[in-house]
């Protein structure tokens, strides 16, 4: 059958080409220590300390144990990110080789204590999940030394719904990686260490954006999308776009809500339209270019007797589409090869429906 080597998972999720792991957050930018510490936290941050992990046979009965404790939202979400950003150090030989991606996943991580930006948000996640907590995985970019070009997200963190908003986290990024003297006799108040679990924990999105451009711009969390064009230039240019708003949409919670009612194929064109607003490299198109092609099929196959001609009049346009994004690849353009028998085919479909 045409292009049994394009897999439906192509375009259902990003298009990576390796793991992410951009390098811990001190490489590069500097954390403003002289920003006051957050105080409030610091009987969830002792608990945590205090909380012996090894008496716990999986994250799932550490993550109930660590919440049940607390009663607000923002203190449990609180105590799981406080635990990995102690416990869990960063790889940092994975800097210098792609990990393999089975040690990401969040039992692995548990297993292991270790991990790149991958593990840790999927280790976040699987224990707010166990926690009831509402969280995501977000995957995108932060600039470092290592990946300039930005052909490829390198980078994960999290959002976490509080009170009935989504806030933003990086856990890998307040990790106190490899830096064991600076929790000396389990003194949670060595300067560095705080300031860097209340730096990364529920950033506001405009803060979060200087450094952290999403995937899907819903996740930027703030109305006047930054695309990365403007990330590239560097912080004073995104300050000065978020300085003239020039969109008033800000109910996220609606809009992240109809999206989870879509199905995964509506879901997949979804995210991947508005990857647009990014101006993301090519994989883009070769994503959308494949999707359209499936909701043509779908509706095809799905059409009843009766609404057959507005039926093949939608799926026309779909193939149409679909088309028009296979046919901007270039020959460097990721997908380009293996695309060609499908661009071929649509075409053929769009003639046969005349």
């Not at 986290?169 to 990686?177: C, E, K, M, R």
Request: proline share 2%.
């Amino acid at each position: 059958m045409l292009f049994t080597s394009i897999c439906y998972s192509a375009f259902a999720q990003s298009i990576n080409q390796g793991q992410l792991y951009a390098e811990p957050a001190e490489n590069i930018i500097d954390i403003n220590l002289n920003k006051t510490l957050n105080y409030s936290w610091t009987i969830v941050d002792d608990f945590v300390l205090a909380t012996n992990a090894e008496n716990f046979a999986s994250f799932s009965n550490l993550a109930v144990y660590l919440t049940k404790q607390f009663y607000a939202e923002r203190s449990k979400a609180r105590s799981i990110y406080t635990w990995i950003a102690l416990n869990i150090s960063y790889d940092q030989q994975s800097i210098l080789s792609a990990p393999d991606e089975s040690s990401q996943t969040a039992h692995k991580v548990w297993i292991n204590r270790v991990a790149v930006c991958e593990g840790f948000a999927n280790l976040y996640h699987a224990m707010c999940k166990a926690a009831g907590i509402e969280s995501r995985i977000i995957k995108g970019y932060v600039k470092n030394f290592t990946d300039l070009d930005f052909k490829f997200p390198n980078h994960a963190w999290n959002s976490v719904k509080i009170d009935g908003k989504w806030q933003l986290l990086d856990a890998t990024w307040a990790s106190v990686n490899n830096e064991g003297s600076l929790l000396a006799n389990a003194n949670l108040q060595k300067s560095y260490a705080r300031h860097k679990l209340d730096y990364f924990f529920l950033v506001s999105p405009n803060r979060m954006i200087l450094t952290h451009l999403p995937e899907d711009p819903y996740w930027q969390l703030q109305s006047n999308y930054i695309n990365m064009e403007t990330f590239r230039k560097g912080e004073s240019y995104i300050k000065t776009t978020l300085m003239n708003p020039i969109s008033e949409i800000d109910d996220f919670e609606k809009l992240i809500a109809a999206y989870d009612k879509l199905d995964s194929l509506d879901r997949s064109i979804s995210y991947l339209e508005r990857m647009e607003s990014n101006e993301w490299n090519r994989a883009k198109e070769y994503g959308l270019g494949i999707a359209y092609y499936y909701k043509a099929q779908k509706i095809l196959n799905t059409a009843s007797k009766g609404n057959r001609y507005q039926a093949v009049e939608k799926a026309k346009r779909y193939y149409k589409k679909s088309l028009d994004q296979l046919a901007i690849l270039q020959e460097e353009d990721y997908g380009y090869e293996i695309t060609r028998d499908l661009a071929n085919s649509v075409a053929i479909r769009i003639e046969s429906l005349q």
